[in-house]
């Protein structure tokens, strides 16, 4: 079945530490995108992927980077975590198309101390 | 730029219900329009997506009607169970390569 996995489930990570949070996809989608859930804000868009090799900023980019080596993985990358940048962060996929359905992971919760 | 506003915040009922949430939305286009539920401890799940303007999306007893001339999508379902406590999300996608927006959401709470 295709789906969405995202690794860790859980992480707590210092201030000034460097962090990854991993996503995978089988569902042979172009685009990739990672967010990030908090009370009050909803869900918004940090970054996102056309495909392998390509990564663009979303609508609250700062103090994050993201790589995509391939297809199937896109990862979200602090290196220089802040107690700010605790959070639920969510990975999706989605075919880039009008008619695309967005398949989400189960979420990383992330906290930094 | 995009917006979506979900004025409820919380909603509390019984069993057997009527749910009704509010949603509108803002964007120079015509997007494609979504509403996701959210369990806890869960990822955002697909509830239904509308496509064209006038239609209407049903999915396991919910609809919501894409209107464009009160650009509104909102979401209703005629008799609620305990099962439906979630939280409720109205998304757009208007550039289909940036993914979705999404509102602030409304958690559906619903009592034996």
Redesign the interface.
């Known amino acids: 079945e295709a789906a969405v996995t995202q690794s860790p489930r859980n992480k707590v990570a210092v201030t000034g530490g460097k962090v990854t949070l991993s996503c995978n996809q089988t569902n042979n989608h172009n685009n990739m995108y990672w967010y990030r859930q908090d009370t009050g804000h909803g869900l918004r868009l940090i970054h996102y992927s056309y495909g392998a090799g390509s990564t663009e900023k979303g609508d609250i980019p700062d103090g994050y980077k993201a790589s995509r080596p391939s297809q199937e993985n896109f990862s979200l990358i602090l290196e220089l975590a802040t107690p700010s940048q605790t959070s639920v962060y969510f990975c999706a996929s989605g075919d880039g198309t009008p008619n695309s359905d967005y398949t989400f992971g189960s979420g990383t919760r992330l906290l930094v101390i | 730029g995009d917006s979506v506003t979900q004025k409820q915040g919380q909603v509390t009922l019984s069993e057997d219900d009527f749910l009704f949430i509010n949603c509108t939305y803002s964007t120079t286009t015509y997007p494609?329009l979504?509403w996701?539920v959210q369990y806890p401890?869960?990822?955002?799940?697909?509830l239904l997506?509308v496509?064209t303007a006038n239609n209407k999306g049903i999915s396991r007893g919910f609809e919501a009607t894409y209107d464009k001339g009160t650009t509104s999508f909102h979401l209703q379902k005629a008799s609620v169970q305990e099962s439906d406590s979630a939280v409720y999300?109205c998304a757009l996608?208007d550039n289909?390569?940036?993914?979705?927006?999404?509102?602030?959401?409304t958690r559906v709470s619903v009592f034996p």
């Open positions: 494609t979504f996701y401890g869960q990822g955002p799940q697909l997506k496509t999300f996608v289909y390569a940036q993914g979705l927006t999404f509102g602030l959401g």
